[in-house]
């Protein structure tokens, strides 16, 4: 957008030339940021309705119930995803399926920087920004595009309850809002073009640091993703031999596929916290982790069968514990690549601070993935998120540290050899 070009950009033109601003990044900012809030929440709510009336379908061929019923589940299932817990048959279920969540994120993610790019021609450009001059577009589109979105929640909310269900309308308004200002604000900044202005005025250190953290945070994901994967699949056969108990046609395994799914997010939290130390929880007094397996009745699950057998561990189960270490001081020699350094005190403290921040990330993400699933004893259920998140601070703290030092090590080594002439015998 020329309005928020730098001002070093536009003076490299031979002449003033006067660009009429494009109305495409002018639309109404009330109207496009609101519509655009509710269009973010309604996008995945449908989603999920359609999801249910398909599902309605393939389990009975509608024999049973409404569509109506089908569509109040499938509402339930979204504010399900926006914490909103519900009671069936008076159990509570209280864990959140992460993975629709991280479709609602998603959808919010793609809508905001729409929204951003549609209102980024309101305001002033980037030089009267430079200056001083306060910019009110995005706090304004952020307001407006919140109350969007929490608009469609409320009526959801107000349409789907019932005295049986109970979803609580309080934590659907919060997940709602944290949505909004946690994924929809970053993105309508970034689309709207002032994030690039605002992230120029910030230290490279922190920029620095927050790469770091970002990457430590994607790789320790994607190898506790790997870990549920093989776990999941060298028992394949006993995730068949639980489908086939259930006595469950195509369209009850396909939805059954579709659940597992839905919760993908959550096992990997799961997979992450054992691979920390801790463990989790599958029901009450139980322990699933490196050094000790402690398991109860289980319900028939697939991804349950991922699970290791009762009884002692391996000895090399315990070394599972190294690899948060490691992960984190590649991911950390790896991000410092990208933005190096010859300062031994920097090196260390981007290391160590990025792995100490993705520490808490980690321990809140664990906190989100449990909760009650059904009654008795499986009312816990869940990483043991506090003990995760002190086991995660010291191990990426440790990774991030030791990765810091080590690639300034290397640079500030290819920095003396670059610095040495070369004889020409």
Do not use: K
């Not at 949505?179 to 929809?184: A, I, M, S």
Request: charged share 10%.
């Amino acid at each position: 957008m020329t309005s928020l070009q730098p001002r070093s950009a536009r003076a490299r033109t031979s002449a003033p030339v006067a660009v009429e601003p494009d109305p495409r990044h002018r639309r109404p900012l009330v109207l496009a940021t609101t519509l655009g809030g509710a269009f973010a929440a309604g996008s995945t709510l449908l989603v999920c309705l359609a999801l249910a009336v398909v599902g309605w379908f393939l389990t009975d061929a509608g024999a049973h119930g409404t569509p109506s019923d089908a569509l109040q589940v499938g509402a339930l299932g979204w504010l399900m995803a926006h914490g909103a817990g519900v009671r069936i048959d008076g159990v509570a279920v209280t864990a959140v399926p992460l993975g629709l969540t991280a479709l609602a994120a998603w959808a919010t993610w793609r809508v905001g920087h729409r929204v951003g790019e549609s209102v980024s021609g309101h305001g002033p450009d980037a030089d009267r920004i430079g200056d001083g001059e306060r910019d009110w577009t995005v706090p304004t589109a952020v307001s407006l595009f919140t109350t969007g979105y929490v608009v469609v929640a409320v009526v959801t909310t107000s349409l789907a309850a019932t005295a049986e269900t109970a979803p609580s309308g309080g934590r659907v308004l919060g997940w709602s809002l944290a949505l909004c200002l946690l994924v929809g604000a970053p993105a309508i900044a970034i689309g709207a073009g002032r994030a690039a202005i605002w992230a120029s005025l910030v230290p490279e250190s922190v920029r620095a640091t927050a790469l770091t953290c970002r990457r430590i945070l994607t790789s320790f994901a994607g190898v506790a993703a790997v870990v549920l994967l093989i776990a999941v699949a060298a028992d394949l056969g006993a995730a068949a031999t639980m489908v086939s108990r259930l006595h469950a046609d195509a369209g009850a395994t396909i939805m059954l596929v579709g659940l597992s799914l839905a919760v993908l997010p959550n096992a990997v939290a799961f997979s992450g916290s054992y691979l920390l130390g801790p463990g989790f929880a599958v029901g009450a007094n139980t322990l699933v982790a490196p050094t000790a397996v402690v398991l109860g009745p289980l319900p028939l699950f697939p991804l349950l069968a991922g699970l290791p057998d009762p009884g002692p561990t391996a000895a090399w189960t315990a070394w599972l514990m190294a690899l948060p270490v490691l992960v984190a001081a590649v991911a950390t020699a790896r991000s410092q690549r990208l933005r190096p350094t010859l300062r031994w005190d920097m090196g260390a403290l981007r290391g160590c601070v990025a792995g100490v921040v993705a520490g808490v990330v980690v321990g809140i993400v664990a906190g989100l993935a449990g909760g009650a699933v059904g009654p008795g004893r499986m009312r816990t259920v869940g990483p043991f998120a506090f003990d995760a998140m002190v086991h995660a601070i010291t191990a990426f703290g440790i990774g991030g540290l030791l990765g810091g030092l080590a690639m300034t090590w290397w640079q500030r080594r290819a920095a003396r050899r670059a610095a040495v002439p070369v004889s020409p015998h």
